[in-house]
């Protein structure tokens, strides 16, 4: 078996954001520069944070003198803090005078909305891309994962959108998950295509477009309840409702596991049976691990940016390295460019939005804390 | 203790409905009628099929000679099947020349979009409703459950519609739970005030408008994940995200315990531990089990129609009947009506939608499989 040489792939992390910052980016950053040995990594933050990493390999400390906090407004983070970490990894992505960006890819564990705004604002979004979007995935039944989105960067979306949401999250899926032609369901509130509301019929009129042009493959409508079947890989569906269905499971896995703790915890008894059942329950806990599904992609920028959960330990922190290396070697920005490209090409009236829509300023991108 | 004599409740039946008919609701009629001396019954559907009930007491077998199939399109429900079970159980809501109707509520485990237009055509909406909404049950970590509504009957809706559910939210949990405050949470994406679309600000404007006039007992904007910490006893939302999130919650419900299944049944280890675990893990169940929130509300709607899952089987069916059971008898109709009267009279302007906007037609109700 020959082994062909890796590229090298650099990634830039934010040691800083999070609940946690440097006492759990820096475990995860080295665990991970051990696993990938072509990764590179520049760790941004407080160098006195940071000591630690001076000596690693492969590892580089670049300096940022602020931070931005998980409860700083989102005009905080854009227009005070210029030289927090989260701001310094971003721009990082951007490339200087023509010459090739320093990293090929950047994560943050900090605030939602913050790190959407500054990549917005750094990097600016792809043509064809109105709205960047937030994707993030799904644990399924057969072990496998669903990707969703958009997850909470835009509330008020239209069928457009909704098409550039189904083209980059083929690109995404295609990349990271190595799935060449990722099916993709249109959330609704039932199967029929006579259902849902104006919106989302127009929307399914242009996927079913979309998929018949072969830009990508329209499974058709597909309910809540199909998200966790793996039927689907792909399901697109506008920021609020993908951000209530999110947190909606989120709150339910966390009633399940409360239910059987309290229920294993009830008396010697119990607490016996529970010690027997111990390897059972600890697999399927593994199998419903937040920590495994870790790591948004923000889509649509000019630079790949990846969003840990803010309450992210190492190994948590590790799966979005993990992803956003992926995504990089496996070239997402190029997928994302292409997919696009050929949609507009195809039907340029179908991607683009008619003349009066508001597709940028505040209210285009309301970003809320999705993952 | 003295004890008071009860008034008569009557319920009507469509024992045709459902994947199962007669052979679950016939059961699920008798249990209820031993539980409740003071319950009489209506069953309405094909004597044929009914004739173990003749010799009941306090039962009366009410002749329909059609079925609503759970696949029928609500224009064959509505237009074509004018002696359906359904149909007739619905009518026996109706007063005739003044008279007092023959049932106080009617429960039907149909096809939920012929249920609530056949509903909807013979009963007519109460007063200041533009829009009837289906309002459910989920469990809670503590124990109880959150009402939800709407769950499905109303795709697009404006502000005036969710303050109008949250009025007739209030009245279902103050009759049904015996919460006088019931607190109210509007689905949103954040917790504060400026987050969601516009519809969503605008409709919590109005809600704490509806608060601070002692209205609703409104405690701000929830998130997904509060459907299941009990910190609220209604959530409200459109119906698009109502029954995205509930499919959502059934679908990874199924997914968790297909998940302990397979887990716990890896190998003869694994089944020997489940039999140790099975006490636990039967009250877990217990405690997650759909059927014990069995029976959605029909609110706003001039008379108490409550839908059972299709599915349903004996026990939830018997829920559902329970349900309307407590709604009729703690006067369920009366409460939504004073409530929307005294919101009416306070702020006109508030609940009533300005001049041009569609509340009638098919574009207004498109009713989906909500439960």
């Given amino acids: ?3 062909l040489p890796l590229e090298v792939v650099r990634l830039a992390i934010d040691c800083m954001g999070g609940d946690h910052g440097p006492s759990v980016t820096l475990p995860a950053a080295k665990a991970f520069l051990e696993r990938h040995p072509n990764a590179e990594l520049l760790l941004v933050g407080m160098p006195d944070a940071l000591k630690e990493a001076f000596a690693w390999p492969r590892a580089r400390i670049i300096a940022a003198s602020e931070v931005v906090q998980m409860d700083d407004p989102v005009e905080v983070a854009l227009r005070r803090k210029k030289d927090s970490s989260m701001r310094v990894a971003i ?4 490339s200087v005078d023509g010459a090739a960006p320093l990293a090929d890819a950047c994560v943050s564990a900090g605030n939602t909305g913050a790190l959407m705004a500054v990549s917005r604002y750094l990097l600016k979004t792809l043509d064809g891309i109105d709205r960047p979007a937030i994707a993030s995935v799904m644990p399924t039944q057969t072990g496998g994962y669903t990707t969703m989105l958009d997850l909470g960067a835009n509330v008020d979306c239209t069928a457009e959108h909704l ?3 189904a083209l980059m999250g083929s690109a995404l899926v295609s990349a990271v998950d190595g799935k060449d032609e990722p099916k993709v369901g249109l959330l609704n509130i039932g199967e029929e295509v006579i259902k849902g509301s104006e919106t989302i019929k127009r929307a399914g009129e242009l996927l079913r477009q979309a998929g018949a042009a072969g830009q990508i493959n329209f499974i058709g409508n597909v309910e809540g309840k199909d998200i966790f079947t793996g039927e689907v890989d792909l399901v697109v569906c506008d920021g609020f409702v993908g951000n209530v269905a999110l947190k909606t499971a989120e709150g339910l896995a966390t009633m399940i596991i409360t239910i059987i703790r309290q229920e294993f915890g009830r008396s010697w008894l119990t607490k016996a049976a529970a010690l027997i059942a111990m390897p059972v329950l600890k697999r399927f806990k593994d199998r419903v691990d937040h920590r495994r599904f870790n790591g948004a992609a923000l889509l649509g920028l000019r630079g790949l940016v990846f969003k840990s959960h803010g309450a992210a330990d190492q190994l948590a922190f590790e799966t979005a390295l993990n992803r956003a290396y992926d995504a990089a070697r496996n070239r997402l920005l190029d ?17 683009e939005e008619s003349g009066g829509a508001d597709v940028s300023g505040d209210k285009a991108t309301q970003v809320v804390q999705a993952a």
């Fill in 91 to 94: 721009n990082l992505l951007k």
């Fill in 335 to 351: 997928r994302v460019h292409d997919r696009i490209i050929a949609a507009l090409q195809a039907q340029p009236s179908a991607i």
């Fill in 163 to 165: 098409l550039q949401f």
């Fill in 1 to 3: 078996m020959s082994v």
